[in-house]
């Protein structure tokens, strides 16, 4: 009776250690997986893109070309206003080009990125702008190469993201897109007639050439022909490019780790002079014949830990070097008039500084406006145009150490 007693507990402790061996813990939880499109479906026809005004829900890059301003609404398209009378600024019309990020503008001719592509308009009537040219697939480089349809040899982008519930035994499924970096779309010009950006820029146009940078990559085209673009080559830049700006014979390029100079005497082979390093942070980047003006900021998409105004000397571009550093409270762009800069500084308002001295600019603000919320600014002939998440604000800088409020584009949630 014993020993039947004790075989039966030895078969009961075997279940019951098999069974434990097969129980599985399922669990679950959200993601963001990237939403995929193939370019023909997001390439529309120029007809479908020009659309009647549409309110302005989001604020990416501005531009100014003459009497109107163009300001991007980022991944979606652009909004033309006729800027005649800065109090006033009227909505023309608004072009729908999907991935959208940057524009720039060559003697009437609008050049802007759609995803992969290179599109250009005709701003004869900015009422009608008509599509006169579309370079496809020169821009594949912001977008990694397993973004192709295993079923297909069509270019697929990420149009955006969904959050998604997952199991964890389809985990092997969606691995291969879990926490994954995708590269969705997050000035006085020499030689032309062309436009002005801001310090936030991937575009610009010099000497019958548009430069256009990514993450890591300059793309240049042949401008001389305005309404039909042509590729000329990519050159390596390195990873975290941010901004381009233009000054004279050289490019200023901004980036995570630092400031590039290129000389573009010769405007289809750009040589590189130099490179300003400083610690990781985002970091745009505005010029005299002197100085560099370089803000870093911290941030998710940046990493760092610094925010600071960087005064870098110019003069042997060759050997910048840094002169000062001051503390700001998050630095965006920036902009110069003459001897005064103007600092976005993000949620922490708009500050203007004299910049005569720049050993002493600290101590030389004209102005702290805190309740601007303020990412990107242009001086432009007519108003200073101020960019931030709440709109688009206007001021009269006639006497620089008082801005004049003129006007302000709201947007649309902020009604």
Known sequence: MKLLKKISLLLLATLLFYGCDKVTTERSYQVRLPKFESMSALRLSGDQMVVLPQPLESTGKIYVYGDYLFINEPMKGVH???????????????????????????????????????????????????????????????????????????????????????????????????????????????????????????????????????????????????????YVKDIELGWGIETIFPYKDHLFIGSNTGMFIYDVTTPGEPARVSHYQHMRAC???????????????????????????????????????????????????????DDVLYLC??????????????????????ENLGNLVSTDVIVAPKSLIVIGENGVSQYDYTDKAQLKFLSKIQLAKSN
């Open 345 to 366: 500084e993000g949620a922490f308002g708009f500050k203007s500084f004299r910049v005569s001295d720049v050993h002493n600019v600290a101590n030389n603000v004209l």
């Open 80 to 230: 033309i206003y006729n800027n005649t009378d800065p109090k006033n600024p009227v909505a023309v019309t608004y072009l729908k080009v999907p991935g959208n990020v940057d524009m720039a503008i060559n003697a009437g001719m609008l050049y802007v990125d759609s995803y992969v592509d290179l599109l250009t308009f005709d701003l004869s009537d900015p009422a009608k702008p008509t599509l006169v040219n579309r370079n496809e697939d020169v821009f594949v480089s912001l977008y990694q190469r397993d973004y192709t349809n295993a079923s297909s040899d069509e270019m697929m982008v990420v149009s955006g993201y969904r959050d998604t519930l997952i199991s964890s035994k389809d985990e092997d499924i969606y691995k291969p897109y879990i926490q994954k970096e995708y590269l969705v779309y997050d000035n006085a010009n020499a030689g032309g007639n062309y436009g002005q950006g801001g310090s936030m820029a991937r575009f610009t146009l010099s000497k019958e050439h548009l430069y256009a940078v990514d993450h890591y990559k300059l793309h240049l085209f042949q401008v001389s022909d305005k309404r039909k673009p042509a």
């Open 283 to 337: 970091d745009p980047v505005v010029v005299n014949d002197d100085y560099a003006f370089v803000t870093l900021r911290t941030g998710v998409a940046c990493g760092g830990a610094q925010n600071v105004l960087e005064v870098v000397d110019i003069k042997d571009l060759a050997n910048p070097r840094l002169v000062k550093s001051y503390p700001m409270k998050n630095p965006h762009g920036l902009s110069l008039a």
